[in-house]
């Protein structure tokens, strides 16, 4: 491993993180609940049925809660659940909670948490699958072994207090699948507008007819007039990669991201302009735009915008799958969308985003 497994204690909700290039190095770890005593540790499997055997890029988050997260919200939020099991646990204030048994990394991985109110807590370990939409249809033979690469499976590690895990009533669920999209986008990148509305302007702009938006982008104002207007937000030139789009219902639902796993900073910013009214985005990828008007009465991804504010937000984070065996390093990118009030100063679209060297 080439840096330390990543923790950010410092931000704003303590979560813990990091990613590995193959699951399989932690089928067999546990959590390891230690006191300063040096006694004996209470030691849980994180994976009992050995699920993260089949090898896939994997993400372990790890948070302290007042209560447990909504399943249905951690479906969207991280993928379809696999697995999960629970431990109650009796903690004290000088406990410190840890993954040992990482194939590949010799000490264990301490999660940052102290300071322990004493009492009854329950552990929360839930396996989660990420599949990019492109793929949540049937599959030929030959497609499996791509679609298996691209999924992301993450590790989500929960502790809250005993008195709040109650399985039989859990809160009500907040996030929709309109909240996050998990895709493939070429090197051409995508867009996010209202389709309809866009529509709607690109006639009145440049007439009725078939069009090559890319070309009428690249050779005229018409962009930049649908920019100013706030009937589009892009991405222009990427990667070809996954890429999770998050925008969260609501401040509160923005902390389970926990996008300070990934880095203090975002890599990339991106500002926009985005008319009052629209409350909700076509993800639209850009090769698409050759084939104007007939893209738009396809049927793509749509994330919600709630809110009011005139200026959107997209930040890029890129989180790094670390390789303990040997398998390449590879990035886990998330643009997270807020929105807030005002116009913009200026408008900074994101353009040539790079995650990997292709050189």
Known sequence: MNTPLHTNSEHQNVAFGFALADSTVLAEAQL?????????????????????????????IAQPLESPVNR????????????????????????????????????????????????????????HLKTPRIAEGALEPEQIAMVKYAQVITVFISLFPA??????????AVWSRNHHVFDSYGRGGFILADLPRLATRVEELIGQGNHNLIEQFAEGDL?????????IAMVWG????????????????ARMIAIDKL??????QGIY???????????????????????????WPVIDVEGEGETLHMDLYTQICESVNGLHENPLPTFVLTRSQGKPEAILPLI????????
């Open 273 to 299: 302009h985005l008319d009052p009214s629209i409350q909700q985005l076509s993800i639209v990828p850009a090769n698409e735009l050759a084939y104007w008007p007939a893209c738009v009465q396809k049927d």
């Open 352 to 359: 040539d985003v790079v995650i990997v060297d292709e050189a």
């Open 263 to 268: 880095g203090d900073e975002p890599e990339r």
């Open 163 to 172: 008195e709040a895990a109650s399985l039989n009533s859990p809160s009500q």
């Open 72 to 127: 249905q919200d951690a479906h969207i939020i991280y993928g379809q659940e696999l697995a999960y099991v629970q431990y109650a646990v009796n903690l004290k204030a000088d406990n410190t909670i840890s993954i040992a048994s990482i194939e590949g990394v010799e000490h264990p991985v301490n999660l940052g948490w102290s300071a322990f109110t004493e009492g009854e807590y329950e552990l929360r370990i839930s396996l």
């Open 223 to 231: 962009s930049d007039t649908l920019l100013e207007e706030g009937l």
């Open 32 to 60: 390891l609940v230690s006191d300063s005593g040096n006694s004996q540790s209470l030691q849980l499997d994180i994976d009992p049925q050995r699920l993260l055997k089949d090898g896939r890029k994997v993400s372990v």
């Open 238 to 253: 990427i990667t070809p990669w996954c890429y999770s789009l998050y925008s969260a219902p609501d401040k509160q639902s």
